[in-house]
């Protein structure tokens, strides 16, 4: 059974009212293919995540957590249900509406990195802002910004091939920040990393998120990641089994 909503100690009051969540979701579903063939990924979630909350989705491969990191990112649409995003319906957005929210809004981090081969780490993060009316000088300083800031600064002229696979990681995260997004989501961010550097990415999400107050929602089937988050989602059969708090939200040390 869904256990109740652990309460995010970030969020403010205002007006003396909640700060709208980041996401409501209302009988959310997803399936795909028809009659025989037919698979539910997403089977009927409802679910809120408020504003700065640090999420873990948790669960065996086919449990449903990429498909639901898809329909929070923008990228595909519920086949049933309701996905808000900030008090907005994403279901009744056009394509390219879902476009400019993936562009100004979210940010995305993938276990394959997913950097350009041919551009060194300065560049794959400058890449990430060529969509937006930003000035050479403006992309070249923010890319030197970020880079600084997730400590991979003295790298910014390697090409990825010359980066170990956690420093790749790096540099993808601070292309996932450099349009500072309001939210940051995560798919198996430390699938192709070794547990040190894995642990490192760890670190360094839990201290962007804590300084950022993002909204960082990650997908992981390793049980010790999802234990560093303020919450854990458990899906299993493309249903929530179990919504309950992290360790680091119940003060627990690993």
């Known amino acids: ?32 293919g028809e009659g025989a063939t037919r698979v539910v990924a997403l089977d009927g979630l409802d679910l809120t995540i408020k504003r700065g909350e640090f999420v873990a989705v948790f669960g065996p491969s086919g449990s449903g957590k990429t498909t639901l990191l898809q329909l929070l990112g923008a990228m595909d649409r519920p086949s049933g249900g309701s996905i808000q995003f900030e008090g907005q319906a994403l279901e009744g957005l056009g394509d390219s509406a879902l476009a400019e929210l993936r562009l100004r809004a979210i940010g995305f981090v993938f276990q394959q990195f997913n950097l350009i081969p041919t551009l ?3 560049e794959n ?12 000088a403006a992309r070249r300083e923010t890319a030197a910004n970020q880079l600084e800031a997730v400590g991979i600064a003295p790298r910014a002229r390697h090409l990825p091939t010359q980066l170990s696979g956690g420093e790749q990681q790096r540099v993808a995260i601070a292309r996932a920040l450099a349009h500072s997004p309001r939210v940051v989501l995560a798919d198996e961010p430390t699938g192709n990393l070794d547990t040190t550097n894995g642990e490192l990415v760890m670190e360094l999400l839990a201290r962007l998120h804590s300084e950022l107050e993002i909204t960082l929602v990650l997908v992981t089937h390793d049980e010790w990641i999802a234990e560093r988050a303020d919450r854990v989602l458990r899906l299993a059969d493309g249903r929530l089994v179990e919504d309950s708090a992290g360790r680091v939200a119940e003060g627990v040390a690993r």
Do not use: C, F, W
């Not at 869904?2 to 579903?29: C, F, R, V």
């Not at 993060?125 to 050479?136: D, H, I, T």
């Open 120 to 122: 060194n780490a300065a």
């Open 125 to 136: 993060v400058e890449a990430g802002l060529a969509p937006l009316a930003m000035s050479r």
């Open 1 to 32: 059974m869904t256990g109740p909503q652990p309460h995010n100690q970030k969020e403010k009051m205002s007006t003396g009212s909640d700060i709208t969540p980041t996401y409501e979701l209302e009988t959310a579903s997803r399936a795909y």
